[in-house]
Structures are given as C-alpha cells and as structure tokens.
C-alpha cells in the first residue's frame, strides 16, 4: 500500500466526522444518527458508494438543515470529502467507512429520507450482477432504510446498469418512478441540485450522456427482509 494511502487512513482514524469499523460509535448510532451524532432532529440522507463524497459535501453545503451521510468502502476516497467537509465547517456532513451490504448493521428501518446512488461500478458480466449496487438485495436495504414515500435516487453513464435497474423499479413501483436517458438534455436537471461528481466530470467530459432516475418508495411498501433467494435473479 502507497504511504500517502496510509497517511489518509491515519488522519480519518481521527478524524470526528468519519465513522469506522472499530469505532465506538460504528453500531451504537443505529436508528439515533440525527440526535446522538449530529445533535438534531433533521432529516438523514445517505450517498452510497459516493468516493470523494461529491454529493455529501455539495448537499451538506445547499441544505444546512439536513443531515447527510456519505458511505465508501475506500478509506482514501473518503478522506477527500471528509477534507472538503472539514474544511467548508460543514458540521451536516459525515462519513461512514462500510459495505452498502452492511448497512442494517448502522441504520434503522426507515431512518433515512432519500438515497443517492451516484454513478456505480457498472459490473456488466452476468455472474457480478448481485455485485451491482442496484440489484435485488441492495434495492431491498434502500427500500427497508428509506421511510415510505422517501426518495431514492440513481445517476450513472452506463446505459445497461440503467435499463437494468429501471426494469427492476418498474416491477416494484412503477407510479414513483421519473427518469432520463440524457439528464442534460432534459427539464429533470433541477432535480440533481446541479451537483457533478467526480466520475460524472470526467463521463460528461468524454461525451457520455449521463442517465438519472428518482423512485418514491412506496408508501404502501411494507419493509422488507433481505431476501437472499432475490440474489439469484
Ligand atoms: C465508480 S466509483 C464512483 C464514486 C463517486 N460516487 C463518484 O461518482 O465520483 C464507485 C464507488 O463505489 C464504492 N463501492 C463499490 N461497491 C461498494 C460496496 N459494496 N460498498 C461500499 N462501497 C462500494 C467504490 O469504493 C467506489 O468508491
């Protein structure tokens, strides 16, 4: 591992607004994150897979009576946002080092308001396909974690994880379901808060349209075990 990897984990060690395995707190804020971390009662927002957080931080900085959480596997990625967030005296914002898989583990049914599942590892071969962060058995912890009628939200360049996860959200609730095969061309761009994320940056640099989604959880939805038996499909 690159020493300025290491530096980056060290820092995070210490640093208050990221949350690790191993920490105090990494289980002890299940279903109590707004008033036992971030001292409130605002609503809770949670980017998955969001890297260097683009979406945590530029939120955090558009609605500072909100609540938001960005989670990563990649410690060095979260450093980034942590920085920014640091920096920016951002006291909404905060990180979570975990799987998505695991999230059960650190939120209650229903504690979160929106989801934003911001430009995923496509994983296009058929045998990775419960790896995608929008297959059956990640949808089910979005929609058990998100109270009824909160928003889930998918952007990405890659056409085939869309029709995918489109497909998927259709048979679930199609009445909630807006979306866009090219965002800006599109009356939906309002809706993504003209936030751009890192890899956003460079498939929009390359020509890619960039494809969005918003799902209503259904309010009539009950929540939902993990159904291992979903994975298959
Ligand atoms: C393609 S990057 C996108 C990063 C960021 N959202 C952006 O748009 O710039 C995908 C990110 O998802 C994270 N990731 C992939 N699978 C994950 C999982 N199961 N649990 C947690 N993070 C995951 C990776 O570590 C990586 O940072």
Redesign the pocket.
Known sequence: MGRSKLKRFKVIAGRLNVIEPGDLLFTSLRGQWATEFFGNSHELVLE?????G?YTVGMANLFPNRNFIG????GS?LWKGSTVAEENGLTNAAFLR????LLPDNFAPGELSEIWI????PRPKIGDAK?R?TSPRYLNIYESLVKPGGIIHFKTDNLELFRYTLELLESRNPAGLIYTFDLYNSDLQHLTLNIQ????KRFRADGIPIKYLQYVNSPTTTLQPINPSEEEK
Do not use: A, Q, S, W
């Open positions: 998955v897979g969001c890297g260097k683009d989670v990563d596997i990649k990625r975990n799987l998505v898989e911001t430009f995923p590892d790896k962060l994320t890192t890899y956003e």
